[in-house]
């Protein structure tokens, strides 16, 4: 979640306000998140009137009376005072088109509090994942580092539709993320020419010379690195 500088400064001094026991020593201010825990807002901005309502209710829930959030903004009063417009406003909302509208409105008003509130979470729990789950609030899924790739499968070839041209395919590797392609004459296995990397799992290869046998590879690339050479595939060039 990204917030501006001037609002990071404006929470930071009111937490550090909340924080402060009257007569006593200030606590030093409070610092940018070192957690890697992210409130999901989509958990609640595409989530149905009746998924609102029960999302609201659960943040009112783990806040109240949480010494993480010693001074929620906006307040836990005040988003339940919009939680129950919005409710009585959804029921009304059923038979009437002016109380359609109203009932947009009170949807909005309850999202951008809880936005607002999300962004006073964020700081508060400082990244810490079991602080922000204890305020009601869903955290984003943390993407895991894919492991090593298996070879490509499946490679086959074909000639392709001008002279000196080969076209190669394989089935598509899950997680992969492009794929490095190779070939070499079929007399000289071992004498590899990489080709541009691809998106796809496919590629054309060109400038061959025709009436020649060449042999392909094909790898995958993810976030461990690319996985083995796939076995070898062969076709004559025209």
Not at 28 to 35: E, H, K, L, S, T
Not at 104 to 128: E, S
Request: proline share 8%.
């Amino acid at each position: 979640m990204t917030t501006n500088d001037n609002s990071n400064n404006t929470l930071a001094v009111a937490i550090h306000q909340a924080l402060a026991e009257p007569g006593g020593t200030t606590p030093p201010p409070a610092v940018a998140p070192v957690g890697k825990a992210r409130i999901q807002l989509t958990a609640f901005t595409t989530a149905t009137d009746a998924e609102l309502m029960v999302f609201s209710q659960h943040v009112i829930t783990g806040m109240t009376g949480n010494a993480a959030y010693p001074a929620p903004t906006p307040t836990l009063a005040d988003l339940t005072a919009a939680l129950n417009a919005f409710k009585v406003a959804a029921s009304a909302a059923m038979d009437s088109r002016r109380q359609i509208v109203i009932r947009k409105q009170r949807r909005a008003v309850l999202i951008g509090m809880l936005r607002n509130l999300a962004l006073y979470v964020q700081l508060a729990c400082g990244g810490d994942l079991p602080t922000l789950m204890s305020s009601g609030y869903t955290a984003q899924r943390t993407r895991q580092p894919v492991g090593p790739l298996p070879a490509p499968a499946n490679l086959r070839l074909k000639r392709g539709p001008n002279s000196g041209q080969i076209t190669a395919r394989c089935n598509r590797t899950p997680q992969a993320g492009a794929y490095e392609w190779r070939y070499a004459y079929a007399a000289t296995p071992t004498a590899w020419v990489e080709v541009d990397s691809t998106f796809a799992a496919s590629v054309v290869i060109e400038g061959l010379v025709p009436t020649t046998q060449y042999i392909v590879q094909v790898r995958a690339l993810g976030t461990n690195g690319p996985s083995d050479w796939s076995d070898s595939a062969g076709v004559i060039v025209v």
